[in-house]
């Protein structure tokens, strides 16, 4: 790539055999012939073409030497014009040593070296496999998250080694990428020396040294949750959502991700559970774990949709971050029991007794309403609220409406139920009124629920004349 032709000169240790000269040009062909040499050993000599002469420099030479084999396990020199030599690589390779052999700052130092980071990791994992695949790994979990973690133009990956020899930055093949926080190095002595993106790609040991690697960062980071967890409160804020890119991305190994998830529930706002945590929790009968999804937690924590359920005792997931409804529709289910969103599932099979008087009401406010919303029914999650917007199953709710808009997707249009509360004394005061009035007060209902499920009316002016002319 970088020569005319190449030409290398080889004696033999023993220096009882003739010296052998191989010499290519880089076409299909290359010439042997035998030649005079005094010394044993080998000299590889590089014609260097035109475009290439900053390898001739010895700076150049050095930067080279010293990226590519530092970790050597045998000394490589420079020598300069005058003779001097210079040592290139003075550096060990931490991840070839045992355990035992190896202190706590080495691995920190090692670990600022390799990532640029001034912080000390969180954790780390070393390991060596022998056998029929052989390879060692060395694996860190940072403090803090990098600045460009969110920007998938980034190169991410581990830094590939091949029997010690430094072959790629980042090789993003050997972690998934919900794994992409974690910095380190793998060494293989199977994989070929001239490897390539492509090779790793289709080559069966990385998928197996992949696996493999995954499976250790994920027990880790399970035992941190278990035995560690300010530790590993510190990592959920860092990397919570990187993490829950999981389920999506390895569906095969979703419970062991969702395991790692921490949620704020209704139990007590200012903490953060795991799945396993409000099952210990449920009550034997309970077959479902109920989640609410808003903006905040204040907003999901007084969300409409949750009060039967909180007046019951039922303990209820609150999910605030952007990617939640969307990690919802990878995860299903836990440990055989599914997850049921409180703002589109029914939350009980129990009936409501609706009387004569509350369903004319209903039919009413069904011929009102008809061009917004599917149907009006009577609430049973309805405790203190006068309405809210149920929306079917398998719909999207209105943070994944903001995601997939903001990416310049449409969103087909949908009418959502409005379940009323009978008891309520705005649904009574609207009982008592007719026509223009009632239409009036109806839209303003709608509008009311909207802002309730975090949505915005589409006419807010018209909502604020209507909320004036209510209050006075």
């Known amino acids: 790539m970088v020569a005319n032709n190449v030409t290398?000169?080889?004696?033999?240790?023993?220096?009882?055999?003739?010296?052998?000269?191989?010499?290519?040009?880089?076409?299909?062909?290359?010439?042997?012939?035998?030649?005079?040499?005094?010394?044993?050993?080998?000299?590889?000599?590089?014609?260097?073409?035109?475009?290439?002469?900053?390898?001739?420099?010895?700076?150049?030479?050095?930067?080279?030497?010293?990226?590519?084999?530092?970790?050597?396990?045998?000394?490589?020199?420079?020598?300069?014009?005058?003779?001097?030599q210079e040592l290139v690589n003075d550096s060990e390779a931490i991840w070839l040593k045992s355990k035992r052999s190896v202190k706590d700052e080495q691995y920190k130092e090692f670990y600022k070296y390799l990532s640029y980071d001034h912080n000390e990791p969180l954790t780390w994992i070393h390991n060596k496999v022998e056998g029929a695949n052989e390879y060692s790994s060395l694996l860190f979990i940072p403090k803090k998250s990098p600045f460009d973690l969110w920007n998938r133009e980034t190169p991410k990956g581990l830094k590939l080694f091949i029997q010690r020899v430094f072959i790629m930055d980042d090789a993003a093949h050997f972690l998934p990428l919900y794994l992409r926080f974690v910095k380190g190095v793998i060494d293989s002595s199977d994989l070929p020396l001239n490897v390539s993106r492509e090779i790793l790609q289709d080559h069966p040991l990385v998928e197996?040294?992949?696996?493999?690697?995954?499976?250790?960062?994920?027990?880790?980071?399970?035992?941190?949750?278990?035995?560690?967890?300010?530790?590993?409160?510190?990592?959920?804020?860092?990397?919570?959502?990187?993490?829950?890119?999981?389920?999506?991305?390895?569906?095969?190994?979703?419970?062991?991700?969702?395991?790692?998830?921490?949620?704020?529930?209704?139990?007590?706002?200012?903490?953060?559970?795991?799945?396993?945590?409000?099952?210990?929790?449920?009550?034997?009968?309970?077959?479902?774990?109920?989640?609410?999804?808003?903006?905040?937690?204040?907003?999901?924590?007084?969300?409409?949709?949750?009060?039967?359920?909180?007046?019951?005792?039922?303990?209820?997931l609150l999910l605030t971050d952007r990617i939640d409804e969307w990690l919802m529709t990878s995860l299903f289910s836990y440990k055989e029991k599914e997850f049921a969103d409180v703002a589109k599932e029914p939350i009980s099979d129990e009936e409501v007794k609706v009387s004569k008087g509350d369903s004319?009401?209903?039919?009413?406010?069904?011929?009102?309403?008809?061009?917004?919303?599917?149907?009006?029914?009577?609430?049973?999650?309805?405790?203190?609220?006068?309405?809210?917007?149920?929306?079917?199953?398998?719909?999207?709710?209105?943070?994944?409406?903001?995601?997939?808009?903001?990416?310049?997707?449409?969103?087909?249009?949908?009418?959502?139920?409005?379940?009323?509360?009978?008891?309520?004394?705005?649904i009574k005061k609207l009982s008592k009124l007719e026509n223009k009035e009632f239409n009036q007060y109806a839209k303003f209902l709608f509008d009311y629920a909207v802002i309730a499920e975090g949505g915005n009316p589409t006419d807010p002016a018209s909502f604020l004349r209507q909320l004036d002319k209510f209050l006075s």
């Open 8 to 84: 290398i000169i080889t004696k033999a240790a023993n220096g009882k055999e003739e010296a052998i000269q191989w010499q290519s040009d880089g076409s299909e062909s290359y010439t042997l012939k035998t030649v005079e040499k005094d010394s044993t050993g080998t000299e590889i000599i590089i014609d260097l073409n035109e475009d290439a002469k900053e390898f001739a420099d010895q700076h150049r030479v050095m930067h080279l030497l010293k990226k590519y084999s530092q970790y050597i396990n045998f000394p490589l020199f420079l020598e300069d014009d005058e003779g001097k």
């Open 360 to 426: 004319e009401l209903l039919e009413r406010l069904n011929k009102s309403l008809k061009d917004k919303v599917e149907k009006v029914i009577t609430s049973s999650r309805l405790t203190k609220s006068a309405v809210c917007l149920v929306r079917s199953k398998h719909e999207p709710g209105i943070q994944m409406r903001r995601i997939l808009e903001a990416a310049g997707q449409s969103v087909p249009e949908s009418k959502p139920t409005l379940e009323v509360n009978a008891k309520h004394k705005l």
């Open 208 to 316: 197996t040294i992949k696996k493999s690697l995954t499976k250790r960062v994920i027990d880790t980071l399970r035992k941190m949750q278990q035995e560690d967890r300010e530790n590993y409160l510190e990592f959920w804020k860092e990397f919570g959502l990187v993490l829950k890119e999981g389920p999506a991305e390895s569906f095969e190994e979703k419970d062991k991700i969702a395991e790692l998830f921490l949620f704020h529930t209704t139990s007590d706002h200012t903490k953060l559970f795991s799945l396993d945590e409000y099952i210990e929790r449920m009550p034997s009968d309970q077959d479902k774990i109920f989640y609410a999804v808003g903006e905040s937690l204040e907003a999901v924590s007084q969300s409409p949709h949750i009060e039967k359920l909180i007046e019951s005792g039922t303990e209820v």
